[in-house]
């Protein structure tokens, strides 16, 4: 088992471009949440994803948006993209049970700078 | 005043010692998480936690709920426990969940 895959592993873009981040989650594994982590600070809630729709949402404008795929795999997807959306972008993937999700596992995140 | 609060922010100690790390939450939570960042990023959940204590090996995690209060200790620290230990919670009803974090906190163990 692979555990949460994160593509890529780093990614340089210019102000103003469009960026797709991608997530596998663990197998097993049906939920995906995306989160936010510039240098220095916890990471921030940006989304989560189960059966396809967006289920919970942080506080980020709708630059950011994402998709989940039938085999549960999710991207990130940011436009119009900023110097200040430089950071640590971190997926974590669960599995939604009656009395709630199983413990989260995360990826090794995409290291996302903006120049 | 952050939602949930870790202390300390920095901890340096010599090998061998016994560490503890603190977290504070001011809100409903159904779990309370303790990960592992190490520098290059990536996040390893040490513990999901939402009553009584849980240990693995050399990691013991502890909650009270009525004192929304957490501990992370570490037995006989090596200097690859070296890393940032964060406190997150989990808020929200059900399985619609986010988490929210605290800031970490910078053990560095020294040999």
């Known amino acids: 088992d692979a555990g949460v895959t994160q593509s890529p592993t780093h990614l340089i873009k210019t102000r103003g471009q469009q960026v797709t981040l991608r997530c596998s989650p663990k197998?097993?594994?049906?939920?995906v949440s995306w989160y936010q982590q510039a240098l220095g600070q916890g990471p921030q809630f940006i989304f989560q994803?189960?059966?396809?729709?967006?289920?919970q949402r942080g506080n980020f404008p709708d630059r950011f948006s994402g998709h989940q795929f039938p085999n549960y795999s999710s991207e990130l997807n940011v436009n119009a993209l900023l110097l200040g959306d430089s950071a640590l972008y971190l997926c974590?993937?669960?599995?939604?049970?009656?009395?709630?999700?199983?413990?989260?596992?995360f990826g090794q995140g995409t290291r996302l700078t903006v120049v | 005043k952050n939602e949930v609060e870790q202390s300390p922010q920095n901890l340096t100690a010599q090998e061998g010692e016994f560490i503890t790390i603190n977290c504070s939450y001011s809100?409903?939570?159904?779990?309370l998480h303790w990960l592992q960042q190490h520098p290059g990023g990536g996040i390893v959940s040490l513990f999901m936690l939402s009553s009584g204590k849980k240990k693995h090996g050399r990691l013991i995690a502890t909650i009270n709920i009525q004192e929304k209060h957490s501990s992370l200790h570490i037995t006989a620290s090596h200097p690859r426990d070296s890393a940032v230990y964060i406190c997150a919670v989990r808020s929200g009803g059900g399985s619609n969940y986010q988490l929210i974090w605290g800031a970490g906190t910078k053990l560095i163990i020294k040999p």
């Open positions: 809100v409903g939570i159904s779990a």
């Open positions: 197998s097993g594994h049906d939920t």
């Open positions: 974590a993937s669960s599995a939604r049970r009656d009395k709630g999700n199983t413990e989260a596992f």
């Open positions: 994803y189960y059966e396809e729709e967006e289920r």
